[in-house]
């Protein structure tokens, strides 16, 4: 969940379902919690929102992704709720982030 400068990463968890009483199963469908709060440094040069957000879902990683509106990338550590890594990424406005998916193991 991002708002303008900060980034909220929460964890969602299904639980099991259980046939027998559809309202309980509605009501216990999943549960989720914050793993972290992250914030762009407070420096003049961060820039004023985020503009993109990547992460790899397909592994378990603890690192994200983000471009800022001064046209720099950061690198962040969820876990350690700390800035890794700023790059100046482009001399124009970023708008989006990919990063390459892991092939499947043969």
């Known amino acids: 969940l991002a708002t303008t400068t900060r980034l909220a990463v929460y964890r969602f968890q299904l639980h099991l379902q259980d046939t027998s009483d559809d309202i309980k199963r509605l009501q216990r469908l999943g549960s989720y919690k914050c793993c972290g709060l992250l914030a762009l440094p407070k420096e003049p040069t961060a820039g004023q929102s985020l503009v993109a957000i990547a992460a790899n879902n397909a592994v378990l990683?603890?690192?994200?992704?983000?471009?800022?509106?001064?046209?720099?990338?950061?690198?962040?550590?969820?876990?350690?709720?700390?800035v890794l890594a700023a790059v100046n990424?482009?001399?124009?406005?970023?708008?989006?982030?990919?990063?390459?998916?892991?092939?499947a193991a043969a």
């Not at 471009?67 to 990338?73: E, F, I, L, W």
């Open 89 to 103: 990424a482009h001399a124009r406005p970023l708008t989006c982030l990919r990063l390459a998916q892991p092939h």
């Open 61 to 82: 990683s603890g690192t994200v992704l983000v471009a800022s509106s001064n046209k720099r990338v950061y690198v962040w550590d969820v876990a350690a709720e700390k």
